[in-house]
């Protein structure tokens, strides 16, 4: 029976502890006899007092051992007087068994026995709810709670949910869901188990018994993590790897720690090798995973190198190059792409403290928008295995920024079928944006996740007869040729192309941007088709910004929905105005055709007959925002469609096509008043 029970027993009634040091009988014969070597040097008195038959002697032993021995300085704390006060927040939310995960607010059940219902998916059925529960970072809240104020009510909480966790989940070598999922695991291993564990040594009220049901269950896990640790996709791997690690660089005296690091050890410089592209960046194709992948190599070496063992070089070289992406992927207010399966993240202090472990002085002066460091050789920025295009036209809050992607789909189920979208922001205004991920599970996600986040239409592209790019290639085995793209001293140039499912005959969508560094940014999209189709292309705004679209005016030869549109941000009023050419060149002079749209329309929020108009800055959190749509049709052959993308100015931009061919095209182009002859190569 499930009952909603807050854990104000705590401090209501006093807690009457086991005066015992062991844990359940069969967990310390397991413990003393088959889990600890008890011949590792500090373990002399724990293993005579086991051969001479006094269990409880040596459990208290091992008590003292784990308390004086100081192995892992970094997670320890000092003593603190008692206390009363309490911090608040997500400390005292847990209190009462409250807790916030991904914004979805719940008060997890207790069962009639006290217990925790360590299954509870939240307040809207969501599994990541349960994850995030099982990965105990509030273990860690706890521990800070406690310093800050003394209160045992803190490390009460700390010695309930440990005893809890581990007497509900009983260790199985064939449980790979739910709290033993392999990903949660590792991240219990990595950080929230071992810093609760050493950071509550000299507190009393965490019971002898607690601790060494912990020991015994960090051995659990070590043994759980060597069976399971290389399964999943990249990013989990490199978090079970990471626990696995730490649990045998911090409990060496485990019988199977040596063997434990190697595994560790061998798996991490594989998933080098195969997870992460020469260039730096990770395989599935996201900013967050790539982060959370970096983070945890990062952590391997940061432990190893904390417990003062051997670390194979490659694993700091690979680990900068990681770093090295998150970097120059930032955009002039430190945030990191929106692309496949992400969140909106701040990365500047994530850089800043690399940048002190590696010595980039680059890397700080891209942090601080040039005030510190040094500044780097390039503005612009190429990953060309994966196929990501930074293009900038400096390091200042007041810059231009833009994201291109022409590489791979994505080693995982984290990809989205979003090739040669494109992003741009002008000092603090995101203008063109990724829709974001919304959610993985529960009515978001239900909602929005395969018919919009990881479908083409929620990104800034070409849908071909109503249908979505092709998933594939997942990764690749080459960088992209150098003849595609180019960063030259005053523009910079890349070009790619994807193919579509489910349509009849073949249809190809190549996009080649050329950007103007400090002024604009060219676009031509061409579709190569074997038969008459509709094509529909898509920008998408911030919803911070408004849009609009020309007057009449304004029309462009290319047909009636081929009107300027306007994007402004609606407090800082930066924009950016979408053009076609107004003029045209003699189109017998080509066998290229010039593709025209037949309506313009501005969706905002609409779920049917297909979501469209929505953005998801952060993880179950979603609103409207505008899409661009453009409806039109292209015959069989190559269709050319050419966009100017210019900053906002009191002057009017205008685009016309001076020549236009198979190989390429020039375009003159009025910006700011100034004329301008631009080409775009095509092949």
Not at 588 to 615: A, C, D, H, M
Not at 659 to 668: A, K, P, Q, R, T
Request: aromatic share 12%; hydrophobic share 35%.
């Amino acid at each position: 029976m499930l009952v909603a029970m807050a854990l104000v027993v705590y401090v209501i009634v006093p807690v009457v502890f086991s005066q015992s040091s062991c844990p359940s009988p069969s967990r310390t014969t397991k413990l003393l006899m088959s889990q600890l070597n008890l011949s590792y040097p500090g373990l002399e008195a724990v293993n005579h007092a086991v051969k001479s038959g006094d269990e409880e002697g040596a459990c208290s032993l091992l008590c003292q051992y784990y308390r004086d021995e100081n192995n892992v300085p970094f997670w320890r704390r000092a003593p603190r007087p008692p206390g009363t006060g309490k911090v608040g927040g997500t400390a005292d939310d847990a209190l009462k068994d409250k807790y916030d995960f991904y914004g979805e607010v719940g008060v997890v059940p207790r069962y009639s026995n006290g217990s925790l219902d360590w299954h509870y998916e939240g307040p809207i059925g969501d599994d990541e709810y349960m994850y995030a529960l099982n990965r105990h970072e509030i273990f860690m809240t706890l521990v800070d709670a406690y310093q800050a104020t003394g209160n045992d009510v803190y490390s009460h909480l700390f010695d309930n949910l440990t005893t809890d966790w581990i007497a509900s989940n009983p260790y199985s070598e064939k449980d790979t869901f739910g709290p033993w999922r392999s990903l949660e695991s590792g991240i219990r291993m990595d950080e929230s188990w071992g810093y609760g564990f050493f950071g509550f040594q000299h507190v009393e009220s965490f019971r002898n018994s607690s601790r060494l049901a912990m020991v015994s269950s960090f051995g659990d896990h070590g043994e759980y993590l060597a069976q399971y640790a290389a399964v999943g996709n990249a990013n989990f791997r490199s978090m079970q790897y990471l626990g696995l690690a730490t649990v045998a660089l911090v409990f060496p005296e485990l019988q199977g720690s040596a063997a434990w690091y190697r595994e560790a050890t061998e798996g991490v410089l594989k998933d080098m090798g195969t997870g992460v592209y020469p260039d730096g960046v990770e395989t599935e194709q996201t900013s967050l995973y790539h982060y959370v992948a970096t983070r945890s190599f990062d952590g391997f070496r940061n432990i190893t190198d904390a417990c003062h063992h051997y670390l194979d070089p490659n694993v700091r070289h690979v680990v900068e190059g990681m770093f090295n992406y998150l970097a120059y992927c930032m955009d002039q207010n430190g945030n990191s792409p929106l692309n496949s399966d992400a969140d909106l993240q701040n990365l500047t202090e994530i850089v800043l403290d690399a940048a002190k472990v590696f010595e980039r002085d680059d890397w700080v002066y891209v942090a601080t928008n040039g005030l510190q460091g040094t500044k780097p050789e390039n503005m612009t920025s190429m990953f060309p295995w994966s196929g990501q295009f930074i293009m900038r036209d400096g390091w200042s809050k007041e810059n231009q920024w833009a994201w291109l992607d022409v590489g791979p789909y994505g080693s995982s189920g984290h990809g989205h079928r979003d090739k040669l979208h494109l992003s741009i922001r002008i000092a603090n205004q995101h203008l063109l944006v990724d829709s974001g991920r919304f959610s993985y599970n529960g009515p978001i996600a239900d909602k929005f996740r395969g018919v919009y986040v990881e479908h083409t239409r929620a990104h800034n592209a070409f849908l071909i007869d109503g249908q979505q790019q092709v998933d594939t290639p997942g990764t690749v085995k080459s960088p992209l040729p150098s003849t595609d793209w180019a960063i030259n001293p005053s523009y910079d140039m890349a070009r790619a192309s994807i193919t579509f499912e489910n349509v009849n005959g073949s249809a190809l969508h190549t996009r080649a941007v050329r950007y103007e560094r400090g002024r604009y940014w060219v676009v031509v999209d061409r579709i190569t088709s074997d038969q008459a189709r509709d094509v529909t292309a898509i920008w998408h705004a911030h919803p911070s910004c408004t849009v609009s679209v020309g007057n009449n005016e304004e029309k462009s030869h290319y047909g009636a929905g081929s009107d300027t549109v306007h994007i402004v941000g609606n407090t800082t009023n930066i924009g950016l105005d979408i053009l076609q050419p107004t003029a045209s060149v003699n189109e017998e002079s080509s066998n290229v055709q010039l593709g025209q749209f037949v309506n313009t329309s501005v969706v905002i929020g609409q779920s049917k007959p297909v979501p469209q108009g929505w953005y998801s800055v952060r993880y179950n959190t979603y609103t409207e925002s505008p899409a661009v749509v453009y409806n039109g049709k292209v015959n069989e052959g190559q269709t050319d469609f050419i966009w100017l993308l210019a900053p906002k100015s009191s002057k009017q931009s205008v685009v016309s096509i001076v020549s236009h061919s198979n190989s390429s095209i020039v375009l003159s182009i009025t910006f700011n008043g100034t004329q301008s002859s631009v080409t775009i190569p095509m092949q």
